[in-house]
């Protein structure tokens, strides 16, 4: 059966753009929505269109514990497949994601390959939990992107900024007022610099830690543009 509908459901806008594309790149023309919180979640899941996957971070900030919100979606649609991708590599909460009913569990730090993996399997009716899952360390990996990220010019770290949003190199030229070939040039800095191979694997580096915000006076959006159709930017 041919995968139709994946939804990811993360507090995070760069680790939401740094999924869409990896999945956009890897599972071609599917239908990919994005949440940013349970309640628009379960809201989503409700309006009666098939869902072959949710990429869900449960651990929402003030939740009473960690796994309350798959609890509530797993509660009222207990064959959803969902796949746990969260910051929170413990134990426990690989067993209580099982014990809940997910397909699968993997953490942020996470490569892209793992990612698939764990996608392939769970979209295939299987199950992935894997046993390294839990031993990967959050704080260490992302003292070392923030310091690769502090490295960045003030300009580069705008272009970051709005390439993890999904924007296109014309329409990040645009936004800050500057050429495209400029643009290239910052982005090839910016891989260089985080020791990323691509776009994609830089923004889910930088998922993983919580950047300050930025001003956007004098920035210019292109709307239209940024349209997503088929699980990719038009």
Known sequence: MPIRRVVLADRQPLFRSALRQLLGETLGAIEIE?????EPLLELISNGKTTDLVLLDPCAPGAPEPMIWLQRLLDVHPELPVLVVTAMATPECMRRAREIGARGFITKSSTADDFMCAISVVLAGGTSFAKGAAARTQP??????????????????????????GLLNKQIAYGLGIGETTVKAHISAILKKLGASNRTQAAMMVSRIALPDWPRTGTHRLPAETTMVQGRSI
Request: proline content about 3%; charged content about 25%; aromatic content about 4%.
């Open 140 to 165: 260490d990996t992302a003292i070392d992107v923030s310091v690769l990220v502090g490295s960045l010019s003030r300009q580069q770290f705008r272009v970051l900024r709005l390439l993890g949003e």
């Open 34 to 38: 994005e949440v940013h919180g349970p």
